[in-house]
């Protein structure tokens, strides 16, 4: 069955440098997959999806990330963050065994320092 | 267009009481999902209706029911409400089902919190 690792539930970034959040799948076909972020008291909004051909997806507000079969990852960049860049992000994976729907992981909640 | 909408945003019920939350989809989707989110657990999958069908469900207990109507609005209701049912209820439209080789994007509206005290 696929599942989806997010490695640390909490990160915190100064003002301007790199965001790196992880995500690994396990999944024994090709994924879909997916981060979305979410605001507090909204809603998820989808910043990128990888479903197939270029590795590299780039995203909304200046995030990408990368699919690395050979390392089962999906970690979402971002070069410069930004005090907007402050919510809870969800990496997510397609199920494929048996039923069709959409596994999150537990999620990394960013923190922007001044 | 106007996104996914749901109703009502917050809800504070007791122990023992039901509750119907409401989803509306975007005009033109006919798939909605339902998520619980949990500081703990995370999003996790309480069902999807496609056309007024259940097409998929996650593992909850039978007090968690949902439906579909046929202009795809959808209502999930719970029963005998416990403690640990306070959550964000969060709905999600797409346009199809993703199958083998196929995806959905979906669309998530802002949620309902519900509080059971």
């Known amino acids: 069955a696929q599942s989806v690792t997010q490695l640390g539930s909490h990160v915190s970034v100064s003002e301007g440098a790199l965001v790196l959040l992880r995500c690994n799948y396990s999944s024994s076909v090709p994924p879909y997959l997916f981060w979305y972020v979410q605001y507090p008291n909204q809603g998820l909004q989808l910043l990128l999806k990888?479903?197939?051909?270029?590795?590299l997806v780039k995203g909304i507000n200046g995030f990408e990330a990368e699919f690395k079969k050979s390392e089962t990852s999906f970690h979402l960049t971002k070069p410069s963050a930004h005090m907007s860049d402050a919510a809870e992000y969800f990496c997510?994976?397609?199920?494929?065994?048996?039923?069709?729907?959409?596994?999150f992981g537990t999620g990394t909640r960013l923190k922007v320092l001044a | 267009k106007a996104g996914v909408t749901q109703t009502p945003r917050y809800l504070i019920k007791t122990r023992g009481q039901q509750v119907t939350l409401s989803c509306s989809p975007i005009?033109?989707?006919?798939?909605v999902s339902w998520y619980q989110q949990t500081p703990g657990q995370g999003l996790q999958f309480l069902f999807e209706?496609?056309?007024?069908?259940?097409?998929n469900k996650g593992n909850f207990p039978g007090r968690f029911s949902g439906r579909q109507f046929s202009n795809s609005r959808s209502e999930m209701n719970v029963s005998t409400l416990e403690l640990g049912d306070s959550a964000l209820y969060l709905c999600?439209?797409?346009?199809?089902?993703?199958?083998?080789?196929?995806?959905?994007?979906?669309?998530f509206g802002p949620g309902t919190r519900l509080t059971v005290l």
């Open positions: 999600a439209s797409s346009l199809k089902l993703a199958g083998p080789f196929s995806y959905n994007e979906q669309f």
């Open positions: 997510a994976v397609i199920s494929t065994s048996g039923t069709y729907k959409y596994i």
């Open positions: 990888y479903t197939t051909g270029a590795t």
């Open positions: 209706y496609f056309s007024e069908t259940q097409r």
């Open positions: 005009s033109g989707h006919r798939s």
